[in-house]
């Protein structure tokens, strides 16, 4: 089913993920695969639907169990319009709670953007600082990760905080026009 998802077969997919649901219909699997392919159609309540099913069924065999409710918190965070932040916040403490990321990169991203909800939400900016920063310690090498806290830095008013961290970004990828076009805009104001 993952090979003809990758190569863009979503019916030929389906079609295995469906087998290994009657094969298996305790298997959490399945229905984080579903939800993927979901995703891919960007048909969010569908792939919604599917990781709670799989995290309702609670029997991952080689998903990480982190990795359904951080794609909810993705989905809730970034896809849906108005973003639904509260839903998100849940989906990534439980993610966070569960501890069984398929990826350091996953769970770094799951810190970070916990620490953005609390900005947003409760412009709580130590809660925010700490959680990027955890998410930092992950993935020291996320060129994205440092841009995250110097946008947070950057909007706390705290503007050398921020160019450190946008050179730090630009360190890891000197073609990084995104980070650039930001420290260029913070280098006018000055």
């Known amino acids: 089913g993952e090979a ?3 190569a863009g077969q979503d019916e030929e997919a389906m079609i295995w993920y469906e087998r290994a649901m009657r094969l298996a219909p305790h298997l959490s699997d399945p229905w984080y695969h579903v939800g993927l392919q979901s995703e891919g159609k960007k048909q969010w309540q569908g792939a919604l639907d599917a990781y709670e099913r799989a995290l309702d069924l609670d029997h991952f065999e080689h998903v990480g169990r ?6 909810m918190g993705l989905i809730y965070q970034r896809r849906l319009k ?3 932040m509260k839903d998100a916040q849940t989906a990534y403490d ?3 709670e569960a501890d069984d990321f398929r990826s350091r990169k996953d769970e770094a991203w799951a810190h970070a953007r916990l620490g953005q909800i609390w900005y947003a939400l409760e412009n709580d900016a130590a809660t925010a600082e700490a959680e990027i920063l955890e998410g930092l310690a992950l993935a020291a090498q996320d060129k994205w990760l440092h841009v995250a806290l110097g946008d947070l830095y950057r909007d706390e008013g705290q503007l050398d905080r921020a160019r450190a961290l946008y050179q730090q970004a630009l360190e ?3 073609d990084f026009v995104a980070t650039q076009e930001r420290l260029d805009t913070l280098l006018e104001h000055d």
């Open 172 to 174: 890891i990828d000197p």
């Open 4 to 6: 003809a998802r990758k």
């Open 66 to 71: 982190s990795s359904p409710a951080y794609r």
């Open 94 to 96: 439980a993610a966070l």
């Open 82 to 84: 108005p973003p639904q």
